[in-house]
């Protein structure tokens, strides 16, 4: 299995700093790779797909990139209602589908 | 648009079977464009994938699972279901349906369920 490797696993920010989250996987996943945002409570919600790729309807302050085994997700000026656990997801070599243990956003 | 609803008991006994059943509205289940999910979710912690189906029942599975996993689509109803067999505390968690989207760059669960906890206890 692929194993995905997210950090930190916790962060602390204030509203309109620049946040940024990397995943890494065990081996070359080429861009085969998705950012989920869960609230609490609730469902994950796909942002970016494709490494790079903004969800329709996604806030523009959401982006990613990367490839091969290193990747990166970034709020560029976060907001009150970005609080949330963020999960990179790998859909190359299935089975299986593999996340990452997640990392969760608070605001200082 | 499409919705997901996940149903089912919320109370399973250890070594019994879980059953969980998703539906679909808001569209067809028969889309050559779709897969579609489980994937839970310990409380507290992180996503696990269980497995995926097709409308045209081909299935794959999470191998660490694979051995206590069925999953079926019965696409007359816009249904598709999951069957855990032997269950332990450990499969304690909120459970979601979701759809796979495969449609050019995009290969996602785009779609998910509002999810439903399933506690495994005697």
């Known amino acids: 299995d692929i194993q995905m490797t997210q950090s930190p696993s916790s962060l602390s920010a204030s509203v309109g700093d620049r946040v940024t989250i990397t995943c890494q996987a065990s081996q070359d996943i080429s861009n085969y790779l998705n950012w989920y945002q869960q609230k609490p409570g609730k469902a994950p919600k796909l942002l970016i797909y494709?490494?790079?790729n903004l969800e329709t309807g996604v806030p523009s302050r959401f982006s990613g990139s990367g490839s091969g085994t290193d990747f990166t997700f970034t709020i560029s000026s976060l907001q009150p209602e970005d609080i949330a656990t963020y999960y990179c997801?790998?859909?190359?070599?299935?089975?299986?589908?593999?996340f990452g243990g997640g990392t969760k956003v608070e605001i200082k | 648009q499409l919705q997901l609803q996940e149903s089912g008991p919320g109370l399973v006994k250890p070594s019994e079977t879980l059953s969980l059943t998703c539906t679909v509205s808001g569209g067809s289940i028969s889309s050559s464009s779709y897969y579609w999910g489980w994937i839970r979710q310990p409380p507290g912690k992180g996503l696990e994938w269980i497995g995926s189906i097709y409308y045209s029942g081909s299935t794959y599975y999470n191998p660490s699972l694979k051995s206590r996993v069925t999953i079926s689509v019965d696409t007359s109803k816009n249904q598709f279901s999951l069957k855990l067999s032997s269950v332990t505390a450990a499969d304690t968690a909120v459970y979601y349906c979701?759809?796979?989207?495969?449609?050019?760059?995009?290969?996602?669960?785009?779609?998910w369920g509002q999810g439903t906890m399933v506690t495994v206890s005697s």
């Open positions: 979701a759809r796979r989207t495969l449609v050019g760059a995009l290969d996602a669960f785009d779609i």
């Open positions: 997801q790998q859909y190359d070599n299935l089975p299986p589908v593999t």
């Open positions: 494709d490494a790079s």
